[in-house]
């Protein structure tokens, strides 16, 4: 794997609850030749499971509260602007972060910011997505890490993971299995844009393909 230690990218996971994913994440950037490194958690609730787990692993935490903001959703990104900026932040991963980030934010991180999704992107884009496959019916369910842009889950998909739907589930039983998919799906994925792996054409992630003129690379480790 490219981008040994002295070159991995610095990372910071934003989280709002449990951080499950955030823990496998850690655990993927335990490994020196894992090419992204944890650089911080921050999070925008102080009472988010997620940071305990973090701390306890020695990992820089931090809480920009989101509340007092309210509707000053730029302030409030300003405040974590300063948290990543100290903490020298190349990539950011939100994990189950809940907040909508403005059109500004996700313009500044364009390709160095991604999200994983509970769902097999474009179907169920939004909240509640294991009770709407459920409803819909549909006998394959998943989830999506993509690149954030400003449009809720719309970005360039990097890599998804499928489970069936099987008679019997309901959202509990159909959520573990979506969650067991993606703790082993998002450390793959951030490794791949955190060694460069990724080119973007328009909409379209690709991965390990020669740029072409109109390709950029995401992350250029060196
Ligand atoms: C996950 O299902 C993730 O896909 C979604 O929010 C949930 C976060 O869970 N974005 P956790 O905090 O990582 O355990």
Known sequence: MSGGVGSRRRTAILISGRGSNMAALLAAAADPGYPAEIALVLSNRADAA??????????????????????????????????????????IALAGFMRVLTEGFTTRWAGRML????????????????????????????????????????GPILAQAAVPILPGDDEASLGARVLAEE???????????????????????????????????????G
């Not at 703790?183 to 791949?192: E, K, S, T, V």
């Open 50 to 91: 997620g940071l305990g787990r973090a701390a306890a692993a020695g990992i820089p935490t931090a809480v920009v509260e989101s509340r007092p903001f309210g509707r000053d959703r730029a302030g409030f990104e300003a405040a974590m602007e300063a948290e990543l900026a100290r903490h020298g932040v190349e990539l």
């Open 183 to 221: 703790h082993r799906l998002y450390p793959a994925a951030l490794a791949w844009v955190a060694a460069g792996r990724v080119a973007l054409e328009g909409n379209l992630a690709r991965l390990d393909t020669p740029p072409g003129p109109s390709a950029e690379r995401l992350s250029n480790p």
């Open 115 to 154: 999200n994983i999704h509970p769902s097999l992107l474009p179907a169920f884009p939004g909240l509640d997505t294991h009770a709407r496959a459920l409803a819909a019916g549909v006998k394959l369910h998943g989830c999506t890490v993509h690149l954030v842009t400003p449009g809720v889950d719309e």
